[in-house]
């Protein structure tokens, strides 16, 4: 069973930075598995936030965090990050780990549902 494990979270001031790790088991990066991130805000619907491919590394960023979060992986780890930098009080949200058998191609052009899920790690930002 694929197990999905966030970590990184946490309450940081506006303009500064986290990493958010998440260690994934039961499937392995060599395979062309989509992985990457999600949030939820208070009030607010999901919305995907990033995504990688395990098969050839291309990244995949929604427009509100172009420039400012960066999403990579150690495929020897089974790990994949999120660099979050210049926060904003509108990130603060639960950040989801997710993985999917599709392509992330695929899940990019619509940022639908995804098969795997973690528990989510809370990123608080203050002004």
């Known amino acids: 069973e694929v197990q999905l494990v966030e970590s990184g979270g946490g309450l940081v001031q506006a303009g500064g930075s986290l990493r958010l790790s998440c260690a994934a088991s039961?499937?392995?990066?060599?395979?062309?598995?989509?992985i990457g991130w999600f949030r939820q805000a208070p009030g607010k619907e999901r919305e995907g936030v990033s995504l990688?491919?395990?098969?050839?590394?291309?990244?995949y960023y929604t427009d509100s965090v172009k420039g400012r979060f960066t999403i990579s992986s150690d495929n020897a780890k089974n790990t994949v990050y999120l660099q979050m930098n210049s926060l904003k009080p509108e990130d603060t949200a639960v950040y989801y780990c997710?993985?999917?058998?599709?392509?992330?191609?695929?899940?990019?052009?619509?940022?639908?549902?995804?098969?795997?899920w973690g528990k989510g790690t809370l990123v608080t930002v203050s002004s």
């Open positions: 997710a993985a999917d058998g599709a392509p992330a191609s695929l899940i990019a052009t619509f940022w639908g549902d995804m098969d795997y």
């Open positions: 039961g499937f392995t990066f060599d395979d062309d598995y989509a």
């Open positions: 990688i491919s395990s098969g050839d590394g291309t990244t």
